[in-house]
């Protein structure tokens, strides 16, 4: 939201503002409101209650139905849309696109990897955590979402054992981060 023009910040807000930027922690909580802020409704809760009471008139829907959709809109994109780290493909007839006709960019990688569709169950796991990696060695197509969490669950316990070898380590104003002499060495390759 932007702040109106001329009015001043006020003490609590400043004080908000000047804590969110020390430190480097980023909380889930405070992850899911950017996550939303970044992604959700644009509209302001008083824009969204009056576009509630407000019946279709006959002809808006008829000039969504004549065209207004798919490549002769004038929001059209290509076909590719933003969903978090990922893009979202149009992929007309593919057997499991969403309700609005797209699929994630990384299944059909997968897929054209595979020479087949995958089926619903099943999960693509990034090896790197990285989604925007669509190279197929970082894609790895798992059965469904137990085996994918399972995978989790190890990469989660070999985190772990990394803390306990002090090549991950902790503290409390930085949170988990490689151990600084390992980051290095890792830099000029030992
Ligand atoms: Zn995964």
Request: proline share 3%; hydrophobic share 35%; charged share 25%.
């Amino acid at each position: 939201m932007a702040w109106p023009k001329g009015v001043p910040f006020s003490d609590a807000h400043r004080a908000k503002l000047s804590a969110s930027k020390k430190g480097n922690i980023v909380t889930a909580e405070h992850r899911e409101k950017l996550r939303i802020a970044n992604t959700g409704n644009k509209h302001s809760a008083e824009v969204l209650d009056r576009m509630k009471g407000r019946p279709w008139q006959q002809e808006s829907l008829s000039k969504l139905s004549a065209g207004m959709t798919g490549e002769k809109n004038h929001r059209w994109r290509g076909g590719r849309k933003h969903k978090r780290d990922h893009m979202l493909i149009k992929s007309p007839g593919h057997p499991n696109a969403d309700a609005n006709g797209y699929v994630c960019e990384y299944r059909l990688v997968a897929e054209k990897t595979l020479g087949r569709y995958l089926t619903r169950e099943e999960v693509v796991h990034h090896i790197n955590g990285d989604e925007t990696d669509l190279t197929p060695e970082n894609l790895l197509v798992m059965e469904n979402q137990q085996a994918h969490a399972r995978l989790h669950s190890q990469l989660q316990q070999v985190s772990y054992d990394l803390v306990k070898l002090g090549i991950i380590v902790f503290d409390e104003e930085n949170g988990y981060q490689v151990a600084a002499v390992i980051a290095a060495r890792i830099a000029r390759r030992f």
